[in-house]
T-cell receptor, first 112, second 117 residues
Framework: DAGVTQSPTHLIKTRGQQVTLRCSPKSGHDTVSWYQQALGQGPQFIFQYYEEEERQRGNFPDRFSGHQFPNYSSELNVNALLLGDSALYLC???????????FGEGSRLTVL | AQTVTQSQPEMSVQEAETVTLSCTYDTSESDYYLFWYKQPPSRQMILVIRQEAYKQQNATENRFSVNFQKAAKSFSLKISDSQLGDAAMYFCAYTVGFGNAGNMLTFGGGTRLMVKP
């Protein structure tokens, strides 16, 4: 049983560009959350998707947007990249009637 | 807003010894959940232990146990018989609930645990 998978694992972009990160939840899971983890810090909540809708959002600008597909997979899009967007982006999924979040290994984004 | 504070950026323990990692949090809620996550160099967050605030009994998972002091808003993790594989970043985290409308985790800044052979 595959866990949470994310792609790509690493990527480099330049300021002003746009990036799309992808996440496939653990089998049987229907809720996906995204977190940003800057180097040396704890993860910060970006948003959560359930039934293809954004259900909760953290303190992130509109440049951060997302999508959830009918198969429960999800994308995180970041527009107009800034140097400060360099971070590890973690995806987490959970199933119905359970509280445990399962995390992927993350996508390391470097903005030059 | 809820905050989670880990006051120990780094901790070191000798293999087979016991170490305690500290965490404090701030919330006005009476019912919530607390977690300790481990993040090894592989980057994947792994759940170590979980505590429901309404339970008075401290959670235990094999070598890992917590000391949950609700009035003091303190949630420390004790690792007994430390092993080399325990070396990692440890994050304390808090959430109000697990509803599909939102179960945002608020994380602390982390504690790096080093295990000496």
């Amino acid at each position: 049983d595959a866990g949470v998978t994310q792609s790509p694992t690493h990527l480099i972009k330049t300021r002003g560009q746009q990036v799309t990160l992808r996440c496939s939840p653990k089998s049987g899971h229907d809720t996906v959350s995204w977190y940003q983890q800057a180097l040396g810090q704890g993860p910060q909540f970006i948003f959560q998707y359930y039934e293809e809708e954004e259900r909760q959002r953290g303190n992130f600008p509109d440049r951060f947007s997302g999508h959830q597909f009918p198969n429960y997979s999800s994308e995180l899009n970041v527009n107009a990249l800034l140097l400060g967007d360099s971070a590890l982006y973690l995806c987490a999924s959970k199933g119905p009637n359970t509280g445990e979040l399962f995390f992927g290994e993350g996508s390391r984004l470097t903005v030059l | 807003a809820q905050t989670v504070t880990q006051s120990q950026p780094e901790m070191s323990v000798q293999e087979a010894e016991t170490v305690t990692l500290s965490c404090t949090y701030d919330t006005s809620e009476s019912d919530y959940y607390l977690f300790w996550y481990k993040q090894p160099p592989s980057r994947q967050m792994i759940l170590v232990i979980r505590q429901e605030a309404y339970k008075q009994q401290n959670a235990t998972e094999n070598r890992f146990s917590v000391n949950f002091q609700k009035a003091a808003k303190s949630f420390s993790l004790k690792i007994s018989d430390s092993q080399l594989g325990d070396a990692a970043m440890y994050f304390c985290a808090y959430t109000v609930g697990f509803g599909n409308a939102g179960n945002m985790l608020t994380f602390g800044g982390g504690t790096r645990l080093m295990v000496k052979p």
